[in-house]
């Protein structure tokens, strides 16, 4: 099947520890992205990557970290400099060929500050 | 001003309605517009994208774009409970490649059976 996966569903975290989120697609597209949703907010952009080995910051990129070496993969550190990481979040990702890519979305994973 | 703006609802609408969602935006250079819809936990889902000025029409969804007023709207005829849901619009700030998506809060939709 071909898809985009998130792992962990859920995550617990530590006040000052880092995280890592795991985000991976088979549908071979070349851009990724990741999103932040506040409960009753729409999507923030946190970074995107158009291809291997080259990223940009989104709109609040501050206390994230992103990297990706490989096409299929583009994972999200939630480090202890983000003040606020409870959140859903979501990772995408889009073709780049055409002018009007879908973006297909993964199923999230919720992160919970204890 | 936000960049993309929705009433946040709750919009309730009788089954077999037409629900009306609205969006507007601040960037007049925004070329393509989208409507994702979001069942409670879950990632959103597209339902349609345009891009000209007018209708564009698909099953029983219809979006609407007015670029000279900026505003993106999205009809649903023959409302059904499943089609309760949060409706984000989002505007694509990319000009090439990538996107950037701009996303408004969500329009929370109830249809009433």
């Known amino acids: 099947d071909g898809g985009i996966t998130q792992s962990p569903k859920y995550l617990f975290r530590k006040e000052g520890q880092n995280v890592t989120l795991s985000c991976e697609q088979n549908?071979?597209?070349?851009?990724m992205y990741w999103y932040r949703q506040d409960p009753g907010q729409g999507l923030r952009l946190i970074y995107y990557?158009?291809?291997?080995?080259?990223?940009q910051k989104g709109d609040i990129a501050e206390g994230y970290s992103v990297s990706r070496e490989k096409k299929e993969s583009f994972p999200l550190t939630v480090t202890s400099a983000q003040k606020n990481p409870t959140a859903f979040y979501l990772c995408a990702s889009s073709q780049t060929s055409g002018a009007y890519n879908e973006q297909f979305f993964g199923p999230g994973t919720r992160l919970t500050v204890l | 001003q936000k960049e993309v703006e929705q009433n946040s609802g709750p919009l309730s609408v009788p089954e077999g309605a037409i629900a009306s969602l609205n969006c507007t935006y601040s960037?007049?250079?925004?070329?393509?517009f989208f409507w994702y819809r979001q069942y409670s936990g879950k990632s959103p889902e597209l339902i349609m994208f345009?891009?000209?000025?007018g209708d564009k029409e698909d099953g029983r969804f219809t979006a609407q774009l007015n670029k000279a007023s900026q505003y993106v709207s999205l009809l649903i005829r023959d409302s059904q409970p499943s089609d309760s849901a949060t409706y984000l619009c989002a505007v694509n700030k990319g000009r090439e490649g990538a996107q950037k998506l701009v996303f408004g809060q969500g329009t929370r939709l109830t249809i009433n059976p």
């Open positions: 549908l071979n597209h070349d851009a």
């Open positions: 990557s158009q291809i291997v080995n080259d990223f």
């Open positions: 345009i891009y000209s000025n």
């Open positions: 960037d007049r250079g925004s070329q393509s």
